[in-house]
């Protein structure tokens, strides 16, 4: 083999090496890279769609006058659910406040410690999402009676590639007392998600909380939304005076990518 030749045949293979360690098809995008442009993809919205969308209302509320019966039905679920909006933050505000009038009205009154409608309240949990992506969840809220503030932190570690991401969420809550044993609350505020960059998102949420009077057994549920990413929180506790064992599956998911896994985490109250 002449020497030009072999030189040849040696600068094809540098060629070659070079371009399989450049070639972009080998790169790989960590999950959370993934969720976060899922998650933060602008939607188009076209004003044809609009319109034709306007032309069904208008056509929609010109018949009205024929759906009275629905309008009347309508009109009683709405006074219905007003009255348990009123008298479920009333009952909330006298199971912590005044045992006297709690009693009258057939609750039991709020004890320290008590899993519904906490003075104060910290979980933390751990989730599991695959082999290499985790995340830390901490819950944190506060409050007296049917009004609180709930500020929730998850944040997510991968290891290969290696990665960061958080997503916090602020609410302002309602809260309900159903009986003595449940609570639903109503609440608004914001999800942020602080990766690459950060995104603010309008959010509500409206958990559920089951706590039967005299069993260390709970259920707790509580979805939230924002635009694009959805977050479903579905825990067991098993509880003591101001402290519970929790075990369940979070959701978080975006159009295309997801989050979601087991968890097992502590709660504490008071």
């Known amino acids: 083999m002449t020497a030009p030749f072999r030189v040849f045949i040696l600068a094809c293979c540098l060629l070659l ?77 006298e199971r912590v406040s005044n045992p006297v009038a709690s009693r009258a009205h057939g609750l039991v009154p709020r004890k320290p410690g008590d899993p519904l409608l906490p003075f104060a309240r910290v979980d933390i949990s751990f989730r ?31 290891n290969n590639p290696t990665d960061r991401m958080m997503i916090s969420e602020f609410f302002g809550l309602y809260r309900i007392a159903l009986g003595s044993s449940a609570e639903l609350d109503l609440g608004g505020g914001t999800l942020t998600l602080h990766g690459n960059a950060s995104t603010n998102r309008g ?26 990413i959805g977050d479903y929180d579905l825990a067991l506790m098993y509880s003591f005076t101001y402290s519970s064992l929790k075990a369940g599956y979070r959701w978080v998911e975006s159009p295309n990518a997801s989050l979601s896994g087991p968890y097992v985490g502590l709660s504490f109250r008071l």
């Open 128 to 158: 599991s999402i695959d082999m290499s992506l985790h995340a830390i969840d901490l819950l944190t809220e506060a409050g007296y009676g049917p009004f609180a503030i709930q500020y929730n932190e998850s944040h997510y570690h991968e």
């Open 203 to 228: 959010a509500i949420t409206f958990p559920i909380l089951i706590h039967p009077q005299g069993s260390h057994l709970g259920v707790e549920f509580r979805p939230a939304w924002a635009e694009s």
């Open 17 to 93: 090496l070079v371009c399989w360690s450049g070639s972009p098809g080998l790169s790989k995008d960590s999950e959370l890279d993934k969720f976060e442009k899922d998650a933060t993809r602008q939607t188009d919205h076209h004003d044809t769609d609009h319109h034709d969308q306007k032309k069904d209302d208008d056509d929609h509320y010109h018949d009205r006058d024929d759906h009275s019966v629905f309008g009347y039905i309508a009109g009683s679920i709405t006074r219905g659910i007003f009255g348990v909006f009123i008298d479920g933050g009333r009952a909330s505000f």
